[in-house]
């Protein structure tokens, strides 16, 4: 007689052997005396360590991803060699605020109606739902610091400790105004540490040496590079005004969109304020020195992991909340639906599973963050999350994978991101449709002419049901 009892791990144990114990039948005598052994007596795998690292306003402007050649950001690219970067990440919002309380709590914009930066996000999201109460929940050691959700905002409930940054932060002084969307070195030269980043960075370094006593879901959220793009001067160093080029456009990019579109670019704004102004290449310059400030604390952050006792069992995941355009479209900042606005980093260390340096292709945004971390973790997912998890694009690159990436900029405002098109829906029934494969800066609206009717009505079937789709 035999009995075969056995257990398997998650999915950071995949390549271990199962667990078996093996009873024969001189042994049942004893099972009348004692308990039978069980795989719960087996010791659980322990659980992988978590770092979470938020970046404001990092747009797909980073070397390993190739959108602007002129970007200097080792430190993530040396991420990117280590594991996974999706080539096709896309913010479910072009906003700081619904963006992260998306990703966050795992429900779309469209569900929760928290649509844009003035929507106060703890009226449309309850208490309970976020990412960080789901480990803590689960007995995890739960600490933040930096912006994670909008403006430091949070459930202190959902979490273990959470760094008080206020007064740490600054942003250059006031000789900065938020809105100039460029800086010029201020006057007197800044130091790294005069920055917020420097300091939340810190703080995290020394949560990943602590013995917490239990597993780590730490998330690091830098502003960097956000408005006002003031750092210090070795960083605008690096890139010399006279080298900066313009991203690539077109003098008459707005002629064949609706009145819906143009309304999102603002062209008469911030475009016209910089061609008025000649600081078009300021801004840029600005930009890149903002974020090659931001790529050093991402440096600083790791190089503290590989120093701690975590160094081997740590998922990282590194996004941008969403993209930022310069012009393209004759559009600035976020705030529209465009591939600028929408598209940014995602990068994925996820130790036994991700093999160094891989790429990914395939659609996706940043709604699988959260079912992706959970099933890693082997903690339950949540009913109440809306995305798919990305595990087995982790562990192939090329696995099947049917869904597309959705981004929502107010009601009825959709974008759907497959891996050859971006499909673009307003409230008021106007469309855009771009083919990537031949138009990668979404110079020619194709919505309209018969070829793309197809397409249309395939990609169509990823709009929100609040867009007017029939949910199978």
Known sequence: ???????????????????????????????????????????DPPRPDVLLIAVDDLNH??????????????????????????????????????????????????TTGCYRNGDPWKRFI??????????????????????????????????????DGSRFHRDGGPEVAKDEGFHEPLRHDLADD??????????????????????????????????????????????????????????????????????????????ARFLESGRWKDAIRSYLAASAYADMNVGRLLAGLAASPRADTTIIVLWGDHGWSFGEKQHWRKFALWEEPTRTPLIWVVPGLTTPGSRCDQPVDLMTVYPTLCELAGIPRPSHLEGPSMVPLLRDPLAHWPHSAVTTFGRGNHAVRSATHRYIH???????????????????????????????????????????????
């Open 61 to 110: 402007w980073v070397g390993h991803l190739g959108r602007n050649r002129q970007a200097k950001t080792p430190h993530i690219d040396r991420l990117a060699s280590l594991g996974l970067s999706c080539r096709r990440a896309y913010c479910a919002a072009p906003a700081c605020n619904p963006s992260r309380a998306a990703l966050m709590t795992g429900r779309r914009p469209s």
């Open 426 to 472: 307003y409230a008021d029934g106007s469309e855009e449709l771009y083919d990537h494969r031949t138009d990668p800066y979404e110079w020619t609206n194709l919505a309209g002419r018969p070829a793309a009717t197809p397409v249309i009505a395939e990609l169509r079937r990823f709009l929100p049901a609040e867009a007017g789709r029939v949910v199978p």
């Open 194 to 271: 005069d920055l917020g980043d420097w300091h939340t960075v810190s703080w995290c370094i020394d949560q990943l040496r602590k013995d917490h006593g239990k597993p780590l879901f730490l998330a690091c959220g830098l502003y960097k590079p956000h408005l006002p793009f003031a750092v210090p001067r070795k960083y605008y160093d690096l890139f010399p005004r006279d080298q900066i080029e313009l991203p690539p456009h077109i003098e008459d990019d707005l002629s064949d969109l609706s009145a819906a579109g143009i309304a999102l670019a603002q062209p008469d704004g911030d475009h």
């Open 126 to 163: 309850a208490e309970g739902l976020g990412l960080a109460a789901s480990f803590k929940a689960a007995g995890y050691h739960v600490a933040g610091a930096g912006k994670i959700y909008h403006a430091q905002q949070r459930y202190p409930s959902e979490w273990t400790e959470y760094l």
């Open 1 to 43: 007689m035999k009995i075969l009892i056995s257990t398997a791990a998650g999915p950071l144990a995949r390549g271990r052997p199962r667990v078996a114990v093996l009873l024969t039948l001189s042994a049942v005598t004893g099972l009348l005396h004692q308990p039978l052994p069980c795989a719960a007596e087996q010791p």
